[in-house]
Structure formats: C-alpha cells, structure tokens
C-alpha cells in the first residue's frame, strides 16, 4: 500500500455515519439565513454558503507534490468546522507549474491514492470537497518557510527550475522566463485535462481551474503580460484561448454532474491591464463553455501595484460579473464577520462566500457564524462529538 493510503475500515464507516448527520443537520429551510441555506451547481449541493478557499499551504515537504498527513487535518478540521465546500490549496498540473517546490501535485497517477484519502475524510465530514488544478508560469520555482528564498527565485542548484510564461517577462525580481511554443501550449491543456480526471478518480465533487493571481492563465489573459502575436495572444479571444481550450477538456473528462470553478482576478490594478470589463466578457464566455461558477478575486498579475486592500473590497466585482455575465459568484477577500457575509449574500452580490484567513484563526468559522446569525444548535452542522461544546447561539 503507498504511503499515505487509508484502508476502508470501522474508522471510515463511523466518518461515514458522520457525514450523514451533518447532512441531516443541514436541510433546506427558507427561514434559515441565507450564508446558512444549501446551494447546488450540477449535481452537488453544499450543505451552506460558507466556503473554504484555496490557500497555499507549501507543505509537500518531501517535494514530490504528495499531501502529508499536515494537509489531511488541515482540511477534515475545516469540513467539521462547517464549511459547506472545502477548496484544497493551488495543485500543480505539472512539476515546473508549482508555484513552490513544497506544493502538492497532481500531474502523475501515483499521486492520485493521498488525495483520495484526503477527499474521503473532507466528505465524510459533511462538506463537498473541490480542488484547484494550476500552473504557476512566471511565478513558479519560488521560495517557501522550509525552503528559504521566500519571495524570490529558488536557484536551480536547489531545486529551482526555469519557469515558462507566454511572454518573456519577469515578475518583479524573479528569474526571467521562457516563451511558450504552441505545441507547448497544447501540452499544458493536456496536463489540466489529465489533472483533472485525476481529481475526479480521486473523489473530488469539483474542480477549480485557477485563472487568478498572475499565475500562467491569469498572465495569458492580461494584455501587459502577455505580448503574443499568434492565436494565443493579441485581442482578448487569443488571450484567453488557453483558457476555453483547458475548460473544454476539463468538461470533457469529467462527470457531467461535477461543477466546473473558475478562478479570476477581476483586476490587476494597473492602468492599461486586466479589468472588470474584460472579466465580464470572460465569463459569460466561460458559461457558454459549460462552467458553473466564477471564484472572483483580483491582483496577483503586476507587481508593484496599489490595492486598496479594506473590508469586502473585492465584494462588488463578483456583484458586477454575477450580474453582467449572469452565472453564479463567490466573493473574498476580508470578509471576516457573519454578519457581513450574510449582508453580501442577502443583497445578491455573491452566491457564496469564502472565509480565507479568518479560517485560519478559526477552523469552526461556520458553526460560530450559525450562533452570531441566531440558528439554533440542532440546525448548525455539528458533529455530534462536538455538540456538547456549541457556541451559544444569539438570542
């Protein structure tokens, strides 16, 4: 048995029993607030509208893109915390698309058995489990806690590598990196594809193609990252070719029932870049291609820039592409109270809302959000283990 790998056992079938109440816990019900309420894309439906987002852990410490038992109770501790999806951190579709050498992987069957493991335990907690398939172009072969060289270039003597970009432009200080060749090009669509089959024989309920951050979709999208002249560069059909083209493979590969994510950034902040209208139109693009939700955040692309970082600053752009695009938002960034997320939410600006670093602090954010927002203990997400420890619930 590789390493890492569970065995079905009585320990698995009581994580089962788990799940099942949680679900039974978690019901449908109009008078319910609406950060609480069931939410379905497809064939999923996430037990509420509090979801974890991905978030860079750099903890595959053996560097072989394999998740370690950190990852397993990083993630199962937030599926009992509550949260309705469990968005597992950026997972590189290749070796040289690791934003890190500590990033987890998925670009080889053998890893697919860890990740099973993983995806079994968020589910039977009660939370549907997604992953996010990536590749980090420009921004890659960057340093981490364990590795050192933390916001720089990992020399290759170390294990760094020359990074790939569409473009030959360096990101701040980083290593310059290569140009893409088409047929390069082609085999990164392949990798996503074959990513994401891999996700799915894993066990995952979705998949999460990461677009955002200036990461190498993000830097094929925004017009100063991207100086190509052939069909993959030029007007903003050639720079978000890569991008349909790994969608549509994705939706080819995976069940028909399974949601299909998108990650942008709205804006990159920068004059002349990447903007909310050009999302607008990347998005109901990405619609029309059969994805299911748009994960909308923004910057990551030029560095340098100026962002007015403050509470649910990035709020209104999913408000504008849910609206402009008509498809279904999540909204993040420094959304940290219960009662602002239900304000984004009861106001229509967002589907769903993810709480990133206050999960941080807080694995149990949801159950605690239940209480703040006035649902009683019997209609919160608990374990039953954990019942007996319930945050008293606002009168």
Same mark, same amino acid.
């Given at each position: 048995?590789?390493?890492?790998?569970? *065995? &079905?056992?009585?320990?698995?079938?009581?994580?089962?029993?788990?799940? =099942?109440?949680?679900?039974?816990?978690?019901?449908?019900?109009?008078?319910?607030?609406?950060?609480?309420?069931?939410?379905?894309?497809?064939?999923?439906?996430?037990?509420?509208?509090?979801?974890?987002?991905?978030?860079?852990?750099?903890? =595959?410490?053996?560097?072989?893109?394999?998740?370690?038992?950190?990852?397993?109770?990083?993630?199962?501790?937030?599926?009992?915390?509550?949260?309705?999806?469990?968005?597992?951190?950026?997972?590189?579709?290749?070796?040289?698309?690791?934003? %890190?050498?500590?990033?987890?992987?998925?670009?080889?069957?053998?890893?697919?058995?860890?990740?099973?493991?993983?995806? $079994?335990? !968020?589910?039977?907690?009660? =939370?549907?489990?997604?992953?996010?398939?990536?590749?980090?172009?420009?921004?890659? %072969?960057?340093?981490?806690?364990?590795?050192?060289?933390?916001?720089?270039?990992?020399?290759?003597?170390?294990?760094?590598?020359?990074? #790939?970009?569409?473009?030959?432009?360096?990101?701040?200080?980083?290593?310059?990196? /290569? @140009?893409?060749?088409?047929?390069?090009?082609?085999?990164?669509?392949?990798?996503?594809?074959?990513?994401?089959?891999?996700?799915?024989?894993?066990?995952?309920?979705? #998949?999460?193609?990461?677009?955002?951050?200036?990461?190498?979709?993000?830097?094929?999208?925004?017009? +100063?990252?991207?100086?190509?002249?052939?069909?993959?560069?030029?007007?903003?059909?050639?720079?978000? $070719?890569?991008? +349909? @083209?790994?969608?549509? @493979?994705?939706?080819?590969?995976?069940?028909?029932?399974?949601?299909?994510?998108?990650?942008?950034? =709205?804006?990159?902040?920068?004059?002349?870049?990447?903007?909310?209208?050009?999302?607008? @139109?990347?998005?109901?693009? +990405?619609?029309?291609?059969?994805?299911?939700?748009?994960?909308?955040?923004?910057?990551?692309?030029?560095?340098?820039?100026?962002?007015? &970082?403050?509470?649910?600053?990035?709020? /209104?752009?999913?408000?504008?592409?849910?609206?402009?695009?008509?498809?279904?938002?999540?909204? &993040?960034?420094? !959304?940290?109270?219960?009662?602002?997320?239900?304000?984004?939410?009861?106001?229509?600006?967002?589907?769903?809302?993810?709480?990133?670093?206050?999960?941080?602090?807080?694995?149990?954010?949801?159950? /605690?959000?239940?209480?703040?927002?006035?649902?009683?203990?019997?209609?919160? *997400?608990?374990?039953?283990?954990?019942?007996?420890?319930?945050?008293? &619930?606002?009168?």
């Amino acid at each position: 048995m590789a390493k890492h790998a569970r *065995p &079905v056992s009585t320990i698995q079938q009581s994580e089962q029993q788990l799940g =099942a109440f949680s679900a039974q816990n978690s019901q449908d019900d109009s008078r319910l607030p609406r950060l609480c309420r069931p939410m379905r894309l497809r064939g999923l439906t996430m037990r509420n509208r509090i979801w974890l987002p991905p978030m860079d852990t750099y903890s =595959a410490l053996a560097h072989d893109g394999r998740p370690t038992d950190f990852h397993y109770q990083h993630y199962v501790s937030r599926a009992s915390g509550g949260f309705g999806m469990v968005i597992v951190e950026s997972t590189a579709v290749t070796p040289e698309g690791r934003i %890190s050498p500590c990033d987890v992987g998925l670009w080889e069957d053998s890893q697919i058995d860890t990740w099973e493991w993983i995806a $079994r335990g !968020i589910k039977n907690q009660g =939370a549907a489990a997604a992953i996010q398939l990536n590749h980090a172009g420009r921004k890659g %072969s960057t340093g981490c806690f364990s590795l050192g060289y933390e916001g720089q270039s990992v020399p290759l003597e170390e294990g760094g590598w020359q990074t #790939v970009a569409p473009s030959a432009l360096a990101y701040g200080k980083l290593r310059e990196p /290569r @140009e893409l060749s088409v047929d390069e090009i082609h085999e990164i669509v392949h990798k996503f594809r074959d990513a994401a089959w891999r996700a799915m024989t894993a066990g995952f309920d979705a #998949v999460e193609i990461h677009a955002a951050h200036g990461y190498l979709l993000s830097e094929f999208l925004d017009p +100063l990252t991207n100086l190509r002249q052939d069909e993959y560069g030029g007007n903003l059909a050639g720079r978000m $070719r890569i991008l +349909l @083209e790994i969608v549509d @493979e994705v939706r080819g590969v995976i069940r028909e029932d399974m949601p299909l994510i998108v990650r942008v950034s =709205a804006t990159d902040w920068a004059e002349g870049g990447w903007d909310i209208a050009q999302t607008v @139109e990347l998005a109901s693009a +990405l619609k029309a291609h059969g994805v299911d939700l748009i994960d909308v955040s923004t910057g990551g692309i030029i560095d340098g820039v100026t962002i007015p &970082v403050k509470k649910l600053y990035q709020v /209104r752009f999913a408000d504008e592409v849910r609206r402009g695009a008509n498809i279904p938002t999540t909204a &993040v960034g420094l !959304i940290t109270k219960p009662k602002q997320a239900e304000h984004v939410l009861k106001e229509h600006m967002a589907d769903a809302v993810e709480i990133g670093r206050a999960a941080l602090r807080d694995p149990s954010w949801p159950l /605690r959000a239940y209480a703040k927002l006035g649902v009683p203990t019997e209609q919160t *997400p608990y374990p039953p283990q954990y019942v007996r420890g319930a945050f008293k &619930v606002k009168e």
